[in-house]
């Protein structure tokens, strides 16, 4: 009997023992395996942290070219369109931040949007350098045309420069001219005399040189003859000429028949007061020009 118990308690401890151990080894084995999952699970979210980052990493990028893009253009609607498309980035950047890294489905969505922001923003401001470029080329062409007109009006004020220059040079070459002037002083017969209280006529002679510039015709000689002091000998007659805007009174006038080619020409002035010693200029006129002037001493 006592054998039987005892026999009995060996078998019931072996059995407790083969059970406690079984029971050990399932313990382990069940540590083991929630290590593995936890290493496994730790793997993969530093693997989904990474992609999160890498996803951060690549539109922070993005979103630093297109802020330092120098957008300078005066269509309004654009410029707004394309800081509503920054602003859109900035925006879903800033809750992939914060997003968990195990929320694949939300940061798939964000990345998603992120994607299709850039592809906007992209267009706009390819369509904003294509508008910049036809803007610049535009004002490459206006610069050259504006040139070009300069260039033009440039040359116009040279050749009416040059044609005011030619009408001048005309001008000046159709102004007569008269030289080889003398003075012959005559008593009352017409007798050439010295003493200046005998002196009752002055005889100016001189010539009209050839020009075949000046327009042909009847013309008018006017002569002033005046004193050391400029003023003009008395006369019985009061004809006027132009001369530079300006009326003058002349001592003698004289009409005659220009033909282009050198003509004599006299003139007579009777002195109506007796002469004194002094420098008498003579300057002649026509056409409103000066053609001729010579002082004379009488003593």
């Known amino acids: 009997m006592k054998n039987s118990t005892k026999i009995a308690l060996i078998i019931a401890v072996s059995v407790l023992a083969a059970a406690l151990g079984f029971s050990i080894y399932l313990i382990l084995s069940q540590k083991k395996l929630i290590k593995e999952q936890n290493a496994e699970i730790t793997e993969i979210n530093a693997v989904m942290e990474f992609e999160k980052q890498q996803s951060i990493e690549e539109f922070e990028e993005m979103q630093r070219q297109y802020e330092d893009y120098y957008i300078n253009t005066s269509n309004d609607s654009l410029l707004r369109l394309i800081d509503e498309e920054k602003q859109k980035v900035q925006n879903l950047l800033q809750e992939l931040k914060t997003v968990k890294a195990t929320n694949r489905r939300r940061i798939a969505e964000l990345t998603s949007e992120l994607t299709t922001v850039r592809g906007v923003l992209k267009t706009y401001v390819e369509k904003y350098d294509s508008l910049n470029t036809v803007n610049t080329n535009l004002q490459a062409e206006n610069r050259q045309v504006r040139r070009q007109y300069e260039e033009s009006n ?127 200029t003579f300057s002649i006129f026509t056409d409103g020009n000066l053609i001729g002037e010579k002082s004379f001493i009488l003593e």
Not at 211 to 218: C, K, L, P, S
């Open 154 to 280: 440039r040359q116009l004020e040279e050749t009416r420069a040059e044609a005011e220059e030619l009408d001048r040079k005309v001008t000046m070459a159709s102004i007569l001219e008269a030289v080889n002037i003398n003075l012959s002083t005559l008593n009352d017969r017409g007798k050439p005399t010295r003493s200046l209280r005998k002196i009752a006529k002055l005889k100016i002679d001189f010539n009209i040189l050839r020009n075949i510039t000046a327009e042909r015709g009847r013309k008018t000689i006017y002569l002033r003859i005046t004193n050391s002091k400029e003023q003009l000998l008395p006369t019985s007659t009061h004809n006027f000429f132009t001369f530079e805007g300006m009326t003058f009174e002349c001592s003698a006038k004289k009409e005659f028949d220009f033909s282009g080619e050198t003509q004599p020409i006299t003139i007579f002035f009777p002195v109506l007061e007796h002469l004194e010693e002094d420098t008498y």
